[in-house]
């Protein structure tokens, strides 16, 4: 959070010495180069420093969310690999809503307690029931998951939107700063490079700042998107061997 107001902060800045900073043809710098510009190139630099800002803001928060999700997944999985028997495992785990694995253990735990008291008054259990109490465990587990995995994947679309369009929105105001460029050079009709040079080089500031908000973005969410196709594999075996466990566990009767 001190970071983003950081930035905030520095973009407040930035707009306050530009306004009041006095114009000079010969400075290449940033701030002269974004005084310089016209109001659309300067519109189109600003909404690219704040979708940059926005981006680094979801990156931070997504690797901190990542990193925790590993880190309580290998705490969980070497709890319930441990050898304690399932009713223990409830009582140490149904109550960790941090986790995902932690809330499909909880859920597929009701459902089997359900399916257990419904049977429990039969002698026998027959194989249709042991199929139908697995398709219900399934099912609840499946409806766990694809909701955890759909929180984990927020952000994520700001990020592929950031990358993919930041580079267009860049172009687009440079070829509209070219398209001043050379208004200014038809009505001063001087072509020489001391004219030229200041105009073409606000023109090509805005791509690179499309540049910087695309880039970082790009090479985070594919990083984003392989770490989560991971902790989806991981979390589809955790369920395939709990949907198997349990099962047996009710067709023993326990």
Do not use: C
């Not at 010969?26 to 940059?52: H, N, P, Q, T, Y």
């Amino acid at each position: 959070m001190s970071l983003l107001l950081n930035h905030a902060n520095f973009m407040l800045d930035f707009m306050v010495l530009a306004a009041d900073a006095p114009l000079s043809a010969d400075d290449f710098s940033f701030l002269e180069l974004f005084k310089r510009a016209d109001i659309v190139v300067k519109i189109v630099m600003l909404g690219l420093a704040v979708a940059s800002i926005w981006s680094w803001a979801v990156i931070i928060d997504k690797s901190i969310a990542f990193h925790l999700l590993k880190k309580r997944a290998d705490a969980f999985e070497e709890t319930f690999w441990s050898g304690r028997t399932l009713e223990e495992l409830e009582t140490g785990l149904a109550g960790d809503v941090k986790d995902p694995m932690g809330r499909v253990f909880a859920a597929a735990m009701r459902e089997w307690k359900e399916s257990r008291a419904a049977t429990a008054s039969s002698r026998a259990i027959s194989e249709t029931e042991i199929s139908g109490t697995r398709e219900r465990i399934d099912r609840v587990m499946g409806l766990v998951v694809n909701r955890e995995l759909a929180k984990s994947e927020r952000g994520m679309t700001v990020l592929a939107t950031i990358g993919s369009a930041s580079v267009f929105v860049g172009l687009f105001g440079t070829v509209w700063g070219i398209m001043n460029s050379f208004r200014a050079i038809a009505v001063s009709q001087n072509t020489n490079l001391a004219v030229v040079a200041p105009g073409i080089a606000e023109a090509l500031f805005a791509t690179a700042l499309g540049l910087i908000a695309a880039i970082p973005a790009t090479v985070f969410y594919n990083k984003f998107t392989s770490d989560l196709d991971r902790y989806a594999g991981r979390l589809d075996g955790y369920t395939d061997e709990l949907s198997a466990i349990l099962p047996r566990k009710i067709g023993k009767g326990a």
